[in-house]
């Protein structure tokens, strides 16, 4: 599983350079784990802000199966999440969101340079799947995942 998940997550940090949030296996609104590689700056301003409950991204992301880009989301965005995200360098995006075997799993990926391109969003979909599949029994994060996760500046929440 380690393996796996070190070699997921670096093609992850490859095809979202300005960072990602990965919630797995949601239960009510606290995820199993949390994958977070977006910029400190970010994660605090988002986190004061009380953005997660205005967010359009996982709002779609709790209604929803499959992908989209954030362009999509902008119009139901009356809070301005996503501007600001774009003020902070996320100007681009992509959220996926995984249920299987009874359990959700919600991921956005972000890029500053470019629109998410139909590959990226194959890509990063297939990516987050895998990820959901391989941590379902998953009872902890290992050492070795853990210092491949702070290797890859990844925040990590287990709860």
């Known amino acids: 599983?380690?393996?796996?998940?070190?070699g997921i997550l670096r093609r992850?940090?490859?095809?979202?350079?300005a960072g990602f949030a990965i919630a797995?296996?949601?239960t009510y609104t606290t995820p199993k784990y949390l994958f977070q590689a977006y910029?400190?700056?970010?994660?605090?301003?988002y986190s004061s802000q009380g953005y997660v409950m205005n967010d359009p991204t996982v709002r779609w992301g709790f209604a929803n199966t499959g992908a989209i880009r954030w362009s999509v989301l902008a119009a139901d965005d009356p809070t301005g999440?996503?501007?600001?995200?774009?003020?902070?360098?996320l100007r681009y995006g992509l959220t996926v969101s995984v249920f299987a075997e009874s359990s959700?799993?919600?991921a956005s990926f972000a890029r500053g340079d470019r629109e998410m391109t139909d590959l990226?969003?194959?890509?990063?979909g297939a990516d987050a799947?895998?990820?959901?599949?391989?941590?379902?029994?998953?009872?902890?994060?290992?050492?070795e995942l853990h210092r491949t996760l702070k290797q890859l500046s990844i925040f990590l929440t287990h709860s």
């Open 24 to 26: 797995l296996h949601i």
């Open 104 to 106: 959700r799993s919600i």
């Open 12 to 17: 992850i940090r490859q095809r979202s350079p």
């Open 120 to 124: 990226d969003i194959a890509a990063l």
């Open 81 to 89: 999440v996503l501007e600001d995200a774009a003020a902070h360098g």
């Open 39 to 45: 910029d400190l700056d970010w994660l605090n301003h």
């Open 1 to 6: 599983m380690v393996d796996s998940a070190n």
């Open 129 to 143: 799947a895998d990820l959901h599949g391989i941590t379902a029994a998953a009872q902890f994060v290992t050492p």
